[in-house]
């Protein structure tokens, strides 16, 4: 006698949130330089988001130097702060993720880093 065993896989996926991501750099942001850069999550509200967890993702748009990532710590409701080092003046892509139970939500921008 044969038996047929089917095998059902779930997988948990999160969910877009809506929610608005944006950042702030010094305006005298240099290449080689510990910055700390500033990310605020706010929900479709405006309302802060609290207790995620937030990271940075760093490339440059122009060349393949790979990617670095800096986890943001929070340091107030819905503000988190991550301490990056541009290693070299160009456009950067700084791409923002947020996550907080099964809601997440992720941003691009692009910045120019002085020498």
């Known amino acids: 006698m044969r038996?047929?065993?089917?095998?059902?896989?779930a997988t948990a996926a999160a969910s877009a949130a809506d929610?608005?991501?944006?950042?702030s750099l010094p305006k005298t942001a240099k290449a080689n330089f510990d910055t700390p850069l500033t990310i605020t999550v706010r929900d479709a509200t405006g309302a802060p988001v609290a207790g995620a967890e937030v990271e940075a993702i760093l490339t440059m748009v122009d060349m393949d130097h790979g990617e670095f990532k800096a986890v943001a710590k929070q340091v107030k409701p819905g503000v988190y702060q991550a301490t990056t080092k541009f290693v070299m003046a160009g456009a950067w892509q700084i791409e923002l993720r947020a996550r907080k139970g099964a809601d997440s939500a992720s941003a691009k921008f692009r910045h120019e880093i002085r020498e």
């Open 3 to 9: 038996s047929l065993v089917l095998l059902a896989v």
């Open 19 to 23: 929610w608005q991501l944006s950042y």
